[in-house]
C-alpha cells in the first residue's frame, strides 16, 4: 500500500497561505514557518505529519499528497480546518 511523509503549515486565510508560500519559495525555512504559523499543533515539530497511507487524511489533503510532486510545496489547499501549504517529504508507491 502506498505511504506518504509529509508536513504542512495550518492558517485562516487563503492570503495568509499565499504569503507564506512566496516566503517559502524565496528561501525561508519551511519548518521555521510552519513553527511561528500553523494553527495545527503539527506546529511545533515543524509541521511534520510522519508517515501515513491514502484515506487516513481528509480528501483534499490526501488527494495533494499522493499526486503531487515530492519536495514542492503545494497549495494553498483548503479543506475544512483552513488553508494548507503541504510539502510532502516522501512517497512510496
Do not use: W
Not at 12 to 29: F, H
Not at 68 to 76: A, I, R, S, T
Request: charged share 25%; with cysteine.
Amino acid at each position: 500500500m502506498a505511504k506518504a511523509s509529509a508536513r504542512h503549515i495550518l492558517v485562516a486565510t487563503k492570503e495568509a497561505c499565499e504569503s507564506l508560500k512566496t516566503k517559502i519559495e524565496a528561501g525561508e525555512d519551511f519548518a521555521a514557518c510552519a513553527k511561528e504559523h500553523s494553527q495545527c499543533p503539527s506546529g511545533r515539530d515543524g509541521g511534520a505529519l510522519g508517515e501515513f497511507s491514502p484515506g487516513q487524511m481528509v480528501k483534499e489533503f490526501d488527494t495533494v499528497v499522493f499526486t503531487g510532486e515530492v519536495g514542492k510545496v503545494l497549495g494553498p489547499v483548503q479543506t475544512q480546518f483552513g488553508y494548507h501549504l503541504i510539502e510532502v517529504t516522501n512517497r512510496t508507491p
